[in-house]
């Protein structure tokens, strides 16, 4: 499959279901893996591509909640939960720890592609994100004990006479560090170069 092909993970015990789920979402143009599960889903490799993960409430290891409660956010893909016995506090309490939807069984074909597609969609920005901060770290990585003191004085807002100041170091040495830094840090501006940094917390 291909880099970006999304793919929808789904983990229900009622392999009619799974079957069902697999064959609809197909015709919409999705990849789907199915799982009995939670042990199978966590067993599986996990394909580096934008994903959704389709989660039955009730399973016979773990519930879906536990699972979800379980996990970091940032372990799994979007959840959009299934259940044939829906309530108003599970379905507050998945939502409040970031599931894309909450249905109930028997799933409605319009509500349940628009949640898939909403949680892949989030998967894809979230990978998006994860990367564009992989690869900031990256640049501060490569930045000197010394120009990371200095990073840290310009963001704050000193002139380069003030860090010289702070640092006990000459303005010129403070001006060739802050050029050193834009270079690796890849900035090109100052504006630029505090939105990295805050983006790093550096």
Request: aromatic share 4%; glycine share 4%.
């Amino acid at each position: 499959m291909s880099c970006e092909h999304p793919v929808v993970l789904i983990i229900d015990d009622d392999w009619r279901v799974r079957e069902a789920l697999a064959e609809l979402l197909s015709t919409f143009d999705f990849e789907t893996v199915t799982f009995g599960s939670i042990a199978e889903y966590v067993a599986h490799p996990r394909a580096d591509v934008p994903s959704c993960l389709i989660l039955d409430v009730k399973l016979p290891d773990i519930s879906g909640l536990d699972f979800q409660a379980e996990q970091p956010v940032d372990q799994h893909p979007p959840i959009v939960f299934i259940t044939g016995h829906g309530d108003i506090p599970s379905s507050v309490r998945a939502i409040k720890r970031g599931a894309v939807d909450f249905l109930t069984k028997p799933l409605i074909e319009r509500d349940l592609v628009k949640a898939i597609r909403t949680g892949v969609e989030r998967d894809r920005a979230e990978r998006r994100a994860r990367a564009e901060l992989a690869e900031l770290q990256g640049r501060l990585n490569r930045l000197t004990p010394r120009e990371r003191q200095v990073l840290a004085l310009v963001v704050s807002g000193l002139l380069n006479k003030q860090a010289a100041a702070k640092l006990g170091i000459t303005e010129s040495t403070v001006q060739i560090h802050r050029r050193r830094i834009m270079e690796k840090m890849k900035a090109t501006s100052l504006a630029d170069l505090v939105r990295i940094a805050v983006t790093l917390g550096a």
